[in-house]
């Protein structure tokens, strides 16, 4: 199965900043199948960006994402208070769909 | 608006199945890939398998010869039996549906802890 690793584990930055987080697979996928999620305490994920770059209904155009093959990114141009919380990749290029083990991004 | 709302037993003794049904409304249970997914405290997550039709199941290999899912069309609910569980299996179960072709979960259920202990 293809493996997602996900850099930094934790990220500390502050409301206004900007936060890159990394996702690198251990195959190549293609963006299509490249999604991220962000996780509240207690609350079921809730999808970002899907297709690596397309934005889901309802989020905010701060969040953006990119990349191509084996290396993609999530940015958050401006952080605000309800951005801190897990995000996680998902790949679906190949059975079985998996996950990144999460960026933790923090108050600082 | 879409609802997924998961149900069934907290505790499940070792050895025995766990059962789990997702409810759905707000929308028809038709024409959706319907997942499960799971969440070990302070882990990531990990995708059990879905369902589209009786005929198109894909499960996690990983979990494969334990799982079985379903859809119940007339109550627009679907389930997962998870069969001879151990304490591995402790985890926040999810029920999730994505557009057919695609895995984009666009709607969650809230989540159920299933804690598998004697």
């Known amino acids: 199965e293809i493996v997602l690793t996900q850099s930094p584990g934790t990220l500390s930055l502050s409301p206004g900043e900007r936060a890159t987080l990394s996702c690198r697979t251990s195959?190549?996928?293609?963006?299509?199948?490249l999604d991220w999620y962000q996780q509240k305490p207690g609350q079921a994920p809730r999808l970002l960006i899907y297709?690596?770059?397309s934005r889901a209904t309802g989020i905010p155009d701060r969040f953006s994402g990119s990349g191509s093959g084996t290396d993609f990114t999530l940015t958050i141009s401006r952080l605000e208070p309800e951005d801190f919380a897990v995000y996680f990749c998902?790949?679906?290029?190949?059975?079985?769909?998996?996950f990144g083990q999460g960026t933790k991004l923090e108050l600082k | 608006q879409v609802q997924l709302q998961e149900s069934g037993p907290g505790l499940v003794k070792p050895s025995e199945t766990l059962s789990l049904t997702c409810t759905v409304s707000?929308?028809?249970?038709?024409?959706?890939?319907w997942s499960w997914i799971r969440q070990p405290a302070g882990k990531g997550l990990e995708w059990i398998g879905r369902?589209?039709?009786?005929?198109?199941?894909n499960y996690n290999p990983s979990l494969k010869s334990r799982v079985t899912m379903s859809v119940d069309t007339s109550k627009n609910e679907f389930s997962l039996k998870l069969s001879s569980v151990t304490a591995a299996d402790t985890a926040v179960y999810y029920c999730?549906?994505?557009?057919?072709?695609?895995?984009?979960?666009?709607?969650w259920g809230q989540g159920t802890l299933v804690t598998v202990s004697s």
């Open positions: 707000g929308g028809s249970i038709s024409s959706y890939y």
């Open positions: 998902q790949q679906y290029d190949s059975s079985p769909q998996t």
């Open positions: 369902f589209y039709t009786s005929e198109s199941t």
């Open positions: 195959e190549s996928v293609s963006s299509s199948y």
């Open positions: 297709g690596a770059s």
């Open positions: 999730a549906r994505a557009v057919v072709g695609t895995a984009d979960f666009d709607y």
